[in-house]
């Protein structure tokens, strides 16, 4: 009798639930399709504005120029994309995983805090650019210094971020659920984490707007690959088309992974304020 009376009940919340989830998905899209709108005025603008003061080509291209342009040598830039990709995940992907765990021994050790955090905040006032020069004599021309020069740029925003969340939980609901019996690992898992992740969350959002231009400052320090490198070279040819088609992609590319962390945040976190507004509007 149980599972069967429970069965229609379940059979009802699924697709429920399901239409809940595709409904926020489109409200999410349809914001998002504003900022689509308004570029496409922009680009149209652009366009015009080009053809009637007939400007130069090699000061300012109009957006045509520059597809077509970049449809002519589109595989030299989808070459160079996945090059500096490679970079952009690699490094941020690093400074994830050494940045949280850093973060929560500064937040839960003493010793850590006074010892460790210092540094990493001097690290961070060094200019990452004169940082570069000395990775490329150390590690040559390769793929590490321009992994390490985007872990160093995507890696203070993440860890500044979780030091606050890990130590955002509430006192009073932590004393209380000692009262309960639950040690500290489970206050931790049910309590401390939950209330870090939208701190954590924000880190990794700048730290991931950040990454795509650390692995271009480091192409352009030293590089023969890459869209960093593809830059230099176009801009030296004064290839303004091009120049404009890889900053596109760049930027392409640098929005893509904002979104992907965005769209973890949204379902790792979906009870947080930041994204209650849009379960609100999906039910409206």
């Known amino acids: 009798m149980g599972p069967a009376g429970s069965s229609p009940a379940v059979a009802l919340t699924a697709p429920a639930s399901s239409r809940l989830r595709s409904s926020a998905l489109v409200t999410w899209l349809g914001k998002r399709g504003g900022a689509l709108a308004i570029f496409v005025l922009l680009f149209v603008i652009w366009e015009v504005a080009v053809r009637l003061t007939g400007i130069k080509e090699y000061l300012l291209p109009a957006p045509s120029k520059v597809w077509v342009e970049f449809w002519k040598r589109h595989a030299v830039v989808a070459g160079g994309a996945w090059v500096t990709t490679q970079e952009i995940l690699g490094g941020y992907a690093l400074a994830v995983v050494i940045s949280i765990p850093l973060a929560l021994a500064v937040a839960y050790s ?12 001097f690290l961070q006032i060094v200019p990452k650019i004169a940082i570069a020069p000395l990775f490329i004599i150390w590690f040559g021309f390769g793929f590490t210094p321009k992994l390490l020069l985007v872990f160093l740029l995507s890696f203070f925003p993440i860890v500044v971020s979780s030091i606050a969340g890990f130590k955002s939980a509430d006192r009073d609901v932590m004393d209380f659920a000692r009262t309960t019996g639950a040690g500290r690992l489970r206050l931790f898992l ?29 192409e352009f320090v030293a590089s023969d690959k890459g ?40 379902l790792a976190i979906p009870w947080h304020v930041s994204q209650q507004a849009t379960a609100r509007d999906a039910t409206l």
Request: no cysteine; glycine share 8%.
């Open 110 to 121: 003493r010793f850590m805090e006074h010892a460790v955090y210092p540094v990493i905040v």
């Open 190 to 218: 049910k309590i401390g984490l939950p209330q870090a992740l939208p701190h954590i969350f924000t880190g990794l959002k700048v730290g991931a707007a950040l990454a795509a231009t650390a692995a271009v400052v480091a």
């Open 227 to 266: 869209l960093g490198y593809l830059l230099l070279q176009y801009n030296g040819q004064l290839d303004t088309p091009m120049v404009f088609a890889t900053i596109v992609v760049l930027s392409l590319i640098g929005l893509a992974v904002y979104y992907v962390v965005e769209v973890i945040e949204r």
